[in-house]
């Protein structure tokens, strides 16, 4: 019965896994950083759906999928920026301004889009495959993982950046210590704000940019809740992860990994059981996750609680 | 900025006409301080006094109503902490302000720096911090985590940390508050070796000898104004209390002598390891009866922290027993011991005495906020939480405008205050109190004493574990010396044997008097 599992499976298993984790990868890193310096942004899910949709208007508009995903990019950060003002400006509770931030985001983006696109029934052409020379070569395994388009690749990129930014730089070490002891920070001479805003705003951005890869870099079209969810396990795999983005990178495909098997568990019709099962797998995983973490605590002492020094 | 530049001011800072308040309340009523170049200069108060407020407005991190602060001859731009770094004013803050996940070095460079710069020199500061340390004796390693150090060790770092920043005026809020006596000598001398390098340093502090010995000027603060200023060699301890408190203060505490009854808290081989993993205490045993008050003196970091947290349950204990009353209570939880006849003052009020976000009030009932009279049916009384609270407040003498306020608003001495109110309200047979007196206005310290030789005359038992040995003599009727985890040797706190208990700390054993002398001739 279980003679699918092939090795063409598996390697077609694998491929799918990182491109699923994509959305996953750029939202959760955003989100260890913004966790990082105290501030939970529940709101992934909202600002990911701005990102996906602002990023296939500018690209339907103007073919270029550049645009497209720097505008994914911009309208996250709009967003960030109305969910720190309230929250660091204002001091608002964080959850309920992210709930909001959500309930906003699905709202809009399902009245634009039916506004204007829903007739048009048009995609757009998402980025093309690249195959990188001489590692796509390689049997199965080549195939499967280095024929993804730039956005999928750039995954690397950005864990790679963010992992130095906040071990590695000043500001990364203040953005931690923002986020653990803000009152030292202040003492220090440094903005607790400005860090907070700085880190919610490459938070957002990056949730922007993953809701942009799924309309160009995934499916072709943007759908009203496209992102099903992704923000949320976004939030589980920053707690997976213990707040690292090399972590965020890998938990992330893990959780690609079970989007990828439930698709290809589902195309298998001599598996007698309804696909609804395999639909809930990364949702469970998600529960599972959070329960086994659940103990051990190493999320940022100050997570979620406004700063009010002066 | 320069027209109204004082051109040959003999001060290097003036602080003048300070005003500040926090809504309706007063915590800086238009103080003067004035400091001059290569001066130790001493300010004292009571607890709640406003000199950490005074401070704090000195290094940027409040903004005065009004007033002006000339630094160096010219107005300093009050309220920014960057322009106070800047100028080279550092100050080593009551409550620490260290990043707990971070390295000492990474916390030595925090704010420093061009944010998007890499940081590829750490092993360059790694250097400079040993270089430092080495050169002051303070014992303090780069690489360490500072959530692993004791607080001990924390204030050590701190104090290196404005060192390290190149500070010309120093400001010490209370250092010496949780360091031994050896420790405190050598922070003198440091002070001294700073004056002697150019720098200035101010300096507060609730131990008038400290005071007396190091300083050339003294201010006092009381009722948030600086009420006196005087160079040291025209006043005397005293007169100093008597303008801090406003009444005569006792130095020595009458007491009647010990009384020891039954065994109360008996702990027996006691093993257990630090967080790190490491052996904290090998086989540590001793007894307290009722009516006696035990001391532990030692350097902090031999195991104290570790004891007082596996006697209230805190800490997994690895071999040995420790029984209260007859009942064995070896891993209990802290919740059950709770429900016990135990008190507990720990020796770090923010991370176990009490919830800075709550009210004085809320955090009077905290061990008992689900036991009558204060909770019924499940609802908390809060009118009879109230008048507890304003009873813990006027019995002890904590200065707050009312049991509503936060804690966190509370000066560091009145918040200690509070924890040890509320635990002796619990009318506890066993104490344990870890820094007892840490930060406490000597006119608090001579009523707490006396409340705990009231307590041991009451019959309960006290642990009283210190590093500060004055405190030790002063209450305790014996004095064990921890080393490395060990009991090295009893005591009885008799002050002629101060010096044997300060050898032992440094780890000498004690070797019984008689077995001594043939050896010595
Ligand atoms: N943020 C705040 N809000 C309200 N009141 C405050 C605040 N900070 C300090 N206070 C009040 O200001 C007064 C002075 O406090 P301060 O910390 O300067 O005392 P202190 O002289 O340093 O005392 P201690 O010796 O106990 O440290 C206290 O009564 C305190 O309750
Ligand atoms: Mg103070």
Partial sequence: MLDFITIGFLATLVGAAWRLATPLIFTSIGEVISERAGVLNIGLEGTMLMGAFCGFAATFASGSILLGLGSGIVAGMAFGLIFAFFTITVKANQIVVGAAINLLGMGLTAFLFRTYYVSTGRGVDIAPPIAIPYLSDIPFLGEALFRQNMIVYSTILVTLLAAVLLYRTSFGLTLRAVGDHPKAVDVAGRSVAAYRYGAVLIGTGLAGLGGAFLTLGHSNQFVEGITSGRGFIALAVVVFARWSPTGAFFVSLMFGLFYALQLQLQAQPMLNIPYQVFQALPYVMTVIALVMVGGKNASPRKLGIAYDGR | ?521
Avoid at chain 2, 62 to 73: A, E, F, M, Q, T
Avoid at chain 2, 176 to 196: G, I, S
Avoid at chain 2, 346 to 356: A, C, I, S, T
């Fill in chain 2, 1 to 521: 900025m320069t027209d109204d530049k004082p051109m040959n001011s003999p001060y290097l800072l003036q602080m003048k006409e300070i005003y500040k308040s926090f809504g309706p309340v007063t915590v800086s009523a238009g103080v003067t301080l004035e400091v001059k170049p290569g001066e130790i200069h001493a300010l004292l108060g009571e607890n709640g006094a406003g000199k950490s407020v005074l401070m704090s407005i000195l290094c940027g991190i409040l903004k005065p109503d009004s007033g002006s602060i000339h630094y160096k001859g010219a107005p300093l731009n009050i309220g920014s902490p960057r322009e106070a770094i800047r100028h080279g004013i550092g100050m080593v803050h009551q409550h620490f302000m260290l990043v707990p996940n971070l390295t000492v070095a990474e916390n030595y460079v925090l704010g420093q720096g061009t944010p998007l710069r890499l940081i590829n020199d750490m092993k360059a500061v790694h250097q400079r911090i040993t270089a430092l340390s080495d050169r002051y004796g303070l014992d303090v390693r780069p690489d360490a985590v500072i959530e692993d150090l004791s607080v001990g060790e924390q204030q050590r770092v701190e104090i290196l940390k404005v060192l390290f920043h190149g500070t010309d005026l120093l400001i010490l809020d209370e250092p010496t508050a949780v360091l031994t006596p050896q420790e405190t000598d050598r922070l003198l001398d440091l002070m001294r070796d700073l004056v002697a390098d150019g720098k200035t340093v101010i300096f507060i502090s609730h131990k008038l000898d400290e005071v007396m010995r190091v300083s050339d000027q003294i201010s006092v603060m009381r009722d948030f104004k600086v009420v006196h200023t005087t160079a040291v060699t025209d006043t005397n301890p005293r007169e100093l209390a008597r303008l801090m408190v406003g009444r005569d203060v006792l130095m020595e505490l009458p007491r009647g002598s010990a009384n020891p009854g039954q065994v109360v808290l008996s702990v027996d081989g006691l093993s257990c390891r630090n967080d790190l993993g490491l052996p904290a205490l090998k086989g540590v045993s001793f007894s307290v009866k009722a009516g006696e008050i035990v001391g532990i003196a030692g350097v902090s970091g031999n195991g104290q922290t570790e004891l007082s947290l596996a006697i209230s349950g805190l800490l997994p204990i690895d071999a040995g027993k420790v029984s209260l009353e007859g009942k064995d209570i070896t891993g209990l939880s802290p919740a059950e011991i709770n429900q016990l006849s135990f008190a507990h003052v720990p020796e770090d009020r923010h991370k176990m005495g009490v919830l800075l976000p709550f009210t004085l009030a809320e955090n009077a009932i905290l061990h008992r906020y689900n036991q009558s009279p204060f909770a019924k049916k499940g609802l908390l009384q809060r009118g009879v939480t109230a008048s507890f609270a304003r009873d813990l407040i006027k019995r002890f003498r904590v200065k707050t405008p009312d049991e509503e306020e936060f804690l966190a608003n509370l000066s560091g001495g009145n918040q200690q205050k509070l924890v040890v109110a509320r635990e002796l309200a619990r009318d506890p047979n066993f104490i344990l109190v870890s820094q007892l007196t840490r930060g406490i206005d000597i006119g608090a310290i001579e009523f707490i004493l006396q409340e705990m030789l009231k307590q041991r005359d009451a019959g309960r038992a006290i642990l009283l574990i210190s590093t500060e040995l004055e405190e030790l003599f002063t209450v305790c009727d014996r004095i064990l010396v921890m080393f490395h985890g060990e009991i090295l040797g009893e005591v009885p706190a008799d002050r002629s044997r101060l010096e044997e208990v300060g050898l032992m700390m440094a780890g000498q054993r004690s070797a019984p008097a008689a077995a001594m002398e043939p050896a010595l001739t």
